[in-house]
Structures are given as structure tokens and as C-alpha cells.
């Protein structure tokens, strides 16, 4: 008798169907348990290999998804829905380039299919490839008009861009497809805002509040900054202490009724307030209000209480190292007690032969990247929103793997200092970066980096001190609620190509200058994970 090869033998119908039930209703268990089955019974047949693959997905299981995927693709090749998952893993994985490749090959074998021209313009909009993901979202709009997250995320693409009419029009559409789209309400609000639309920003981030109260963080946060525009600060109090009490460790946007009362140099009222917030701000707040007080002894107490907590608390660090110079006493602060002395210089030229030409072509890449017009500390000048270092183009990458070794010579030179920046030093290299472009008069008003822990500045383009350090980086001990006209500082006049490290915890302000050219630079933060041992 001829022998029946079961690699060709076909499940039955019924095992299909509640295979495909299941998946449709989530139970994504009962989905891996059928789907397993099938797969060992008919290894061969490639649905059952999909479903499999969609379900670890859905588990979390990314890397065993992966390989599942990628044998269901070998079973069938011309299979579009098997590409688009597979790019969907990949987009998982951070392997957006692979990623944007299957999404290519899912519409090329099927070109009407939204979803993967939705999902292209996602990977294309995180390599900020912006142009592209436009395109992209504009085509699965077309294919599919009710898809309604392809209408948010254009609107989040054209944000980018710059083009925030366009931006709300897509938000308004995703909306009226889908009015309880909570998403779209909360970016609709961030549009309105920029667009100083503040009544119907506000409608808007409290329609997205109402629909997921703990989700968007940051709503809470933007409807106070708009009521105290409308004066409303009563009602803005309490949206500052729900945003704090979701994101305890983020830096909000609102100013608290504490700082309202210390900024009118009402400090007992304030210090009272300060303490009912307990939270990472609040507690650096207290002791700048006590330094306002003239109670230094209570803030070296207050210090020492809370040590360990605030261990990795950059604002409570600057203020320590200010106040341990001052009186000529260390605190109990640990971090870094004397930042100053852990600037660091270097120059690209050390690394790369023929720096000035690779400069001009990481200028050029730099113009493909969304920036806006005096933001954060940014005067008279031009600052990027996203981080240029997130998939970046063939110069950054390379500027990027350059910083990652400079990184780790500079821990080396310091490594044994006993401070906690030191010892506690982050584990994985993880860098966030940004450039801004100054133009004749501007400037960076004092500031340090409180949610970094080593920061850092490239300069690409640099301008003449005219003898009267124009265009220089100064770095002091002294903070906006707190100075002395005896404070360490240091001025430093970069030279182009030129890499400053510095503790994030470190203030530093860029001094403005009278020439009529561009000053541009790269600023980016080491940011702090888990503990080097």
C-alpha cells in the first residue's frame, strides 16, 4: 500500500473555525493550545503557523512569535497578511528597517492593504522619515477612510511637521469616526494649545480625562497650565496634584500653588504647600524656600533625612553642591558634590580624519528633523522636539556610536570617585539628544538637565567671541531660586567640532552673540537605568 504523507494532510474545518474563533475573541490561550496542535499534527500548513504567530505576539512572547512568523512566510511567501505580521514583530523588536521591508512586501503583494500601508507609515513616522509617513497614512486613508487610528497618527505626523491646521483636521476626523477616542481628544488638545485654541483645548483634554482617567498623564498636567492662563488656579492646584500623583517622578508643566506663593516671596505659605506634595520637585522646592528662609541648619537636616530617597534627585543634587560650597560643609547628598570638576572635553577630530566634511554632511542630515522656534530654555533660536538619536541617518549614527565611546572613556577617567554619579553609574547606554540652531542674539537661559545624568554638547557651527566670550557655555554652581557672588563657574569658549561632558545635575547657560550667523549644536542626556556594579 502507497504511503500517505501526512505533511499534506489538511485539519478539519471545524478545527479551523475554532481556531479563528478564538483568536477573533482573544482567548489567546485556548488559540495557542488548538494552534500548537495543528501545527505538530500538520506541519505543513501554514495558516495554523500565522495564527501561532499572532497569538505569541499577543502573549508577549516576541522572539518565539518571530520565528513561528518567519516559517510561516517560508510555507507561504506570496501570503501579504504574513509579511504585515511579521513587520508588526519587527516593529516590536526596535528592527524598523527589517520591519519597513515586510510592510513593502505585504503591499506589493496586495497594494490596497490599509493596514500594512498604516503600519508603514508608523515605522517610516519613528525613523523620522516624516515626508514618507504622510504618504503612507495618507494612502491607507484612502484605501480604508474609517480607519480611524491612521487619521490620529497623520495628525501626530503633520504635529511634527510643523502644520498643526492640517494636524487638527485629522484629529477632528478621527473623532467624529470615533467620538470616544480618547487618544485623539488628548492630541486634538495638544494641537489646540500650540494653536492658543485654549477653551477648546481644554474641552478636549478633559473629554479624554473623562474617557481614561488614568492613562493620559500629561492632560492633567496641560489643563492646568491652561487654567492658570484663564486664572482659574484654584482648579488648577488639583490637576497639578493628580498629574503628580500619576507621574510622581516627571517634572510638570504646571506651575504648583506653592511655586505661585514662593515666586511672590510668600515662603512660610509655600514651604507648607511644599511639604504636603512630597514629591521629587516638591522636595528640592523645600529646601530652596528654607534657603530663602535663612534655615540653613534645617536644610542640612532635611538633607540627611532623606538621603537615600533623593539620592538620584539631580534638582535636590544641584542645590547640595551649591549650598555645600557656600557654607563650606558637605551635606548628606551624595550624587555630586563638585560637579565642576567633572567637565570633560574632547573633539570629534580624534576620532573621525576628515571632521569638518563630515560635520557639513551631519548639518545636512540635521535639516530633515522637525524643530520649533524658542522652546524649553532655547531664545532667538531653533531646537529639535524629537531625539535625533532614535533611528537615525547614516551621520548620526555614526556622531551616535562616537558619543557611546567617548562615554566610556569619560567613566574611565573618573571611575574611582566615590560619589553616587559615579558608582551608581547607569548600566545601559541609553542617550537622548536634540540640536538647536541659535541665530544672531540668541541664547540658553540657565538650566541643567533633572531628568539626565551625564549631559553632553557636540558644536558643528560656532561663532566669534569678539573677545567678550560671545557664543560661550558657562557653567556655575547657581540656580534660578538660589545664587552667591562667589559661586564656581567656569566659561568655555567650544571650538567647532568640540565635545563638552558635564553631570546633568551641573547648571550651564549659553552666554548670547552679536554676529550675524548660525550657532548650532547637539546637546544630549546619558539617561539613567538600572545600577553599574
Known amino acids: 500500500m502507497k504511503k500517505i504523507d501526512v505533511n ?35 506541519p505543513k500548513h501554514q495558516f495554523a503557523w500565522k495564527v501561532l504567530g499572532a497569538v505569541l505576539k499577543q502573549n508577549g512572547r516576541i522572539n518565539e512569535s ?39 512586501q505585504a503591499i506589493t503583494l496586495k497594494p490596497d492593504y490599509a493596514e500594512a500601508h498604516y503600519n508603514l507609515g508608523v515605522t517610516l513616522n519613528e525613523l523620522g522619515r516624516l515626508d514618507e509617513a504622510e504618504i503612507s497614512y495618507r494612502q491607507a486613508i484612502t484605501l480604508k477612510p474609517e480607519l480611524t487610528v491612521a487619521h490620529n497618527n497623520l495628525g501626530v505626523t503633520l504635529l511634527e511637521l510643523g502644520r498643526l491646521d492640517e494636524a487638527e483636521a485629522s484629529y477632528r476626523q478621527a473623532i467624529a469616526l470615533k467620538p470616544d477616542y480618547a487618544e485623539a481628544h488628548n492630541n486634538l488638545g495638544n494641537t489646540l494649545q500650540e494653536l492658543e485654541k485654549l477653551d477648546e483645548a481644554e474641552t478636549n483634554y478633559r473629554k479624554a480625562i473623562a474617557l481614561k482617567p488614568d492613562v493620559f498623564a500629561k492632560a ?27 507621574a510622581p517622578n516627571k517634572i510638570s508643566f504646571t506651575r504648583s500653588r506653592g511655586e505661585i506663593l514662593f515666586n511672590q516671596g510668600d515662603f512660610e505659605k509655600a514651604l507648607l504647600l511644599f511639604d504636603s506634595y512630597d ?20 536644610i542640612y537636616e532635611r538633607i540627611e533625612a532623606r538621603a537615600d530617597l533623593d539620592d538620584q534627585n539631580l534638582r535636590v543634587a544641584s542645590f547640595a553642591a551649591f549650598l555645600a560650597e557656600r557654607e563650606k560643609k558637605d551635606t548628606s547628598h551624595r550624587f555630586c558634590n563638585n560637579p565642576i570638576e567633572f567637565i570633560h572635553f574632547t573633539n570629534i577630530s580624534s576620532h573621525i580624519k576628515e571632521s569638518e566634511r563630515f560635520i557639513t554632511s551631519l548639518i545636512d542630515e540635521l535639516r530633515y528633523i522637525r524643530t ?22 547614516e551621520k548620526m549614527g555614526i ?33 537622548k539628544g536634540w540640536h538647536v540652531v541659535l541665530k544672531q542674539q540668541g541664547h540658553q537661559t540657565g538650566h541643567n538637565h533633572v531628568n539626565g545624568w551625564l ?55 549659553t552666554l548670547p552673540f552679536s554676529t550675524d550667523m548660525d550657532r548650532i549644536c547637539i546637546s544630549f542626556d546619558l539617561m539613567p537605568t538600572s545600577v553599574k556594579h
Not at 29 to 41: D, F, G, H, N, R
Open 279 to 298: 514629591n521629587i520637585t516638591s522636595r528640592a522646592q523645600i529646601l530652596e524656600t528654607l534657603y530663602a528662609l535663612g534655615r540653613v541648619d534645617d
Open 220 to 246: 492633567y498636567d496641560q489643563l492646568g497650565v491652561i487654567l492658570q492662563k484663564k486664572g482659574e488656579s484654584e482648579e488648577a492646584e488639583m490637576y497639578y496634584k493628580k498629574y503628580q500623583s500619576l
Open 372 to 393: 520649533r522656534w524658542e522652546i524649553n530654555t532655547t531664545k532667538k533660536g531653533f531646537q529639535a522636539s524629537i531625539n535625533v538619536f532614535a533611528n537615525p541617518l
Open 399 to 431: 556622531l551616535k556610536s562616537l558619543i557611546i565611546d567617548e562615554i566610556d572613556t569619560y567613566y574611565s577617567k573618573f571611575k574611582n570617585k566615590s560619589c553616587s554619579y559615579i558608582k551608581k553609574w547607569p548600566s545601559e547606554i541609553n542617550i
Open 8 to 42: 499534506f494532510l489538511e485539519p478539519s474545518q471545524q478545527q479551523l473555525t475554532s481556531l479563528i474563533k478564538y483568536y477573533q475573541a482573544g482567548q489567546y490561550v485556548e488559540a495557542e493550545k488548538l494552534s500548537l496542535s495543528i501545527t505538530q499534527e500538520f
Open 66 to 104: 518571530l520565528i513561528v512568523s518567519k516559517k510561516s512566510i517560508k510555507l507561504a511567501p506570496l501570503d501579504s497578511e504574513a509579511h504585515n505580521n511579521l513587520g508588526n514583530i519587527l516593529k516590536k523588536l526596535g528592527k524598523l528597517n527589517e520591519a519597513e521591508i515586510n510592510y513593502r
Open 455 to 509: 549631559s553632553g554638547v557636540i558644536y558643528l557651527k560656532v561663532v566669534p567671541s569678539l573677545g567678550k566670550d560671545e557664543g560661550a557655555i558657562e557653567f556655575t554652581l547657581d540656580g534660578p531660586n538660589y545664587l552667591d557672588v562667589s559661586s564656581s563657574r567656569k566659561k568655555y569658549q567650544p571650538k567647532l567640532g568640540d565635545i563638552v561632558f558635564f553631570p546633568s545635575s551641573l547648571h550651564h547657560r
